[in-house]
């Protein structure tokens, strides 16, 4: 199996942008590390997760394991949780779609595209089935899709402009947009989290 290098292959970037006109913060290059924690109930909560993307890979239950993760670590850490924005996420996935289709990692122009007060982005992509050099060895998803979920949460959190947008007070509501694509190293899973405040 092709040997995938996290470094040049898995990435996370994050922008905050305070409207009208703000601070804008990028964050560094992140890297995937495993969490295999599941997420009860999300299923009941957001609806039938049951539709699948354009694969095998069912991106919805990845936006929602990812949102459901975001709020475990806000409440770990005394932040109120985030309420779950279809409207939000309808444009996130857009932007997901659009980066899967250039394979491209790139932000959305964020003022424009979210009718927020407060406006905040994170993205990243990571690989379904392949084995994935990391520090210490190597992780492979399996396409599972907790872990991949998860997985994108752990690039943001290593991250430390990333972790500053999970983790702002004054988001009170995110949407999450997951897009799959194939590529010669295999299934690309691109992740865009907008959190609006």
Same mark, same amino acid.
């Given at each position: 199996?092709? +040997?995938?290098?996290?470094? *040049? @292959? ?20 992140? #890297?995937? $590390?495993? #969490? ?7 299923? !009941? ?8 993307? $354009? ?21 770990? +850490?005394?932040?109120?949780? @985030? ?13 997901? %779609?659009?980066?899967?289709?250039? @394979? +491209? *990692? %790139?932000h ?16 990243g992509?990571?690989?379904? !089935? ?12 399996d396409?599972? %899709? /907790? ?11 290593? $991250?430390?402009?990333?972790?500053? /947008? ?11 947009? #997951? ?14 989290? /907008?959190?609006?405040?």
């Amino acid at each position: 199996m092709k +040997r995938l290098f996290a470094v *040049l @292959l898995i990435a996370a970037i994050g922008l905050v942008v305070v409207t009208p006109i703000g601070p804008v913060q990028f964050a560094d290059i992140g #890297v995937t $590390s495993m #969490v295999s924690d599941s997420v009860e109930n999300a299923e !009941s909560r957001f609806g039938d997760s049951s539709e699948a993307g $354009s694969s095998e890979i069912n991106e919805t239950k990845i936006s929602l394991e990812v949102h459901e993760r975001i709020n475990e670590i806000r409440s770990d +850490r005394r932040v109120d949780q @985030l309420q779950y924005s279809q409207s939000t996420a309808a444009n996130a996935e857009d932007h997901s %779609e659009w980066m899967a289709d250039r @394979l +491209r *990692l %790139e932000h959305a122009n964020i003022e424009e595209q979210y009718q927020c007060d407060t406006v905040g982005e994170n993205i990243g992509y990571t690989y379904a !089935s392949q084995d994935i050099a990391m520090e210490g060895g190597y992780v492979n998803y399996d396409g599972n %899709e /907790t872990r991949i979920a998860h997985g994108i949460v752990r690039q943001w959190m290593d $991250s430390p402009g990333n972790q500053d /947008t999970v983790l702002r007070e004054e988001f009170s509501s995110q949407g999450i947009g #997951v897009a799959t694509t194939q590529t010669d190293d295999g299934q690309r899973i691109y992740v865009t989290q /907008t959190l609006c405040g």
